[in-house]
């Protein structure tokens, strides 16, 4: 059974950075796509991030995150992060990973494994 752990949230000020980490168990991911999403309340679900766990690494941002956030990987640990720098208040969400098998699928779209979030608070 696949299982995905998120860790690393909490309250941050405006500015400062957080770094994310998701923790992949219960199969081989190496065939997969990992991703982060977002949501906070009143508003719908936001792909922020995606990455490739298999050969090239290919990345994927929401505009509203790029250049601020960074998504990585650790392919032996089947960890994924999200290095979260020069947040904002509007930044504050729940954030979860999530994770789906390779395919012709949009990198946002069609995710079919998610984890149970952490929660992100950035003050001003």
């Known amino acids: 059974q696949v299982q995905l752990v998120e860790s690393g949230g909490g309250l941050v000020q405006a500015g400062g950075s957080l770094r994310l980490s998701c923790a992949a168990s219960?199969?081989?991911?190496?065939?997969?796509?990992m991703g982060w999403f977002r949501q906070a309340p009143g508003k719908e679900r936001e792909a922020v991030a995606a990455?490739?766990?298999?050969?090239?690494?290919?990345?994927y941002y929401a505009d509203s995150v790029k250049g601020r956030f960074t998504i990585s990987r650790d392919n032996a640990k089947n960890t994924v992060y999200l290095q979260m720098n020069s947040l904002k208040p509007e930044d504050t969400a729940n954030y979860y990973c999530?994770?789906?098998?390779?395919?012709?699928?949009?990198?946002?779209?069609?995710?079919?494994?998610w984890g149970q979030g952490t929660q992100v608070t950035v003050s001003s």
């Open positions: 990455i490739s766990m298999w050969s090239g690494g290919s990345t």
């Open positions: 219960g199969g081989t991911f190496s065939g997969y796509t």
């Open positions: 999530a994770a789906k098998w390779r395919g012709g699928n949009s990198w946002y779209a069609n995710y079919n494994y």
